[in-house]
């Protein structure tokens, strides 16, 4: 590693977010694995979706092996500044319906679709037969 490494914004890492130029944070590190991309064990998507937030925990999630950790030296082209880092984002649920435990106009609406045909067909029947005796 170089003895002063160079600082990147979190702006500038997130725009390398592309299989020809692919930088990952791990550890408060940045990493241009692009030369990697088509040797990774997990495949390019796999690193492409790191991209664009702090990936340690998925890298550590995963399990890497020592090799691998000692792989990432030669990745290694600065530190991200922290300050520059968005705080972590909380999960927000997608909105839903409300639930609805009448669901008495709905059945009524799904019987009438299945039954009004019916009613129908039965009735040409009836008045066909009707027409046929006369």
Not at 4 to 10: E, G, S, Y
Not at 74 to 96: F, H, L, N
Request: hydrophobic residues 35%; charged residues 30%; negative net charge.
């Amino acid at each position: 590693m170089a003895s002063d490494p160079k600082i990147h914004t979190f702006e500038d890492v997130a725009k390398h977010n592309k299989t020809k130029d692919c930088w990952l944070i791990i550890s408060g590190k940045v990493y241009d694995v692009t030369p990697f991309m088509d040797d990774h064990p997990g495949g390019d998507e796999v690193l492409l979706s790191a991209t664009g937030k702090d990936a340690t925990n998925d890298f550590e999630d995963v399990g890497h092996s020592d090799t691998a950790r000692e792989m990432m030296e030669k990745y290694y082209i600065g530190e991200i500044d922290s300050k520059t880092v968005p705080a972590k984002r909380t999960y927000i649920p997608p909105q839903q319906a409300p639930y609805n435990p009448d669901k008495t106009p709905e059945f009524v609406i799904k019987i009438l679709q299945f039954l009004v045909p019916l009613l129908i067909l039965g009735l040409a029947i009836a008045v066909r037969q009707f027409t046929k005796k006369e």
